[in-house]
């Protein structure tokens, strides 16, 4: 079974430049760093809510971040869903005849790991990940991972092949709305239609953008003196307002669970 999202992977130059506005400006820890030099990497975890950001620095030239880095710039890169046994889930997705990048679990940051190919999942890159020991959600955390957006081309059919991939469910009220939005634990899946997203998601195609959920104003103040916004949007509940290392965030008060 997937239980959550466990992370959204981030592709940046250099992890001690991207902590400088993940760790110092939005207030994650960084609760991992390690080499993983197979996945040619250098990266990091940082609990975001119960869900965590990973950063990922290419140290091998010729290596997938690297190319993606060099292709695309820094910006999102993939989604890792939390398994409670990632060999059960690589089995049922190679079952369903889902096109697969790791047939049985290797070790990674995250614990046990295994990819899908893109082509599986609308062009995203998805990881499973089989954490050591069910961790609790670190205590005192004041930013919280609201959602994660999704821009297809046709929203419906791409909410259809999470379905079928991932079992999650379109939340009814939005089943028919734009965003598509489907709810994994605390957070969710936003799907928008090319034809329907945000200006600031226009062109692209994929992974999207991340949404925040903040207990102070003071932070988002903090975040939006920390990184340029590309839209000058100025409402704290709507829009992804502020592009940090090549991601659009938007952001929402609240209680951060
Ligand atoms: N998301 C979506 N598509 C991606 C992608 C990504 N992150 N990275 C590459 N692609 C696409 C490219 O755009 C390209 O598409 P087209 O053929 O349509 O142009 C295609 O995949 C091939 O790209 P490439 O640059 O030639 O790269 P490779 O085929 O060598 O590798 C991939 C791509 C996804 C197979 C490789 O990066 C991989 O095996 N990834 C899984 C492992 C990984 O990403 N590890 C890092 C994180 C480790 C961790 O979380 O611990």
Redesign the pocket.
Known sequence: MLTKIH?V?L?VQNLDVAYRFWRDTVGLEVHKEAT?PD???K?ALLPCGETEI?L?EPIDPQ???A??LA??GEGL??L?FEADDVATELSSAKAKGLPM??ESPRR???GM?G?L??KASC???V?F?QPPAAAPTPAGIEVGFDHLAIVADDATAATETFRRNFGLSPQVAHAQASPIRMPISRSAIHFYPVSDAPPELAGIR??AGIGLTLSADDRLQRIRAGAPTPGGGSNTSVGYATKAHGVLLAFRLGDVT
């Open positions: 992370h992977g592709v993983v996945q040619g990497v990266a990973e990922l290596g997938g971040v190319k993606f292709k695309r890169h993939h890792c990048l790791d990674g940051l995250a790991i990819f190919h893109p062009g995203v890159l990881e990940a994929g992974l």
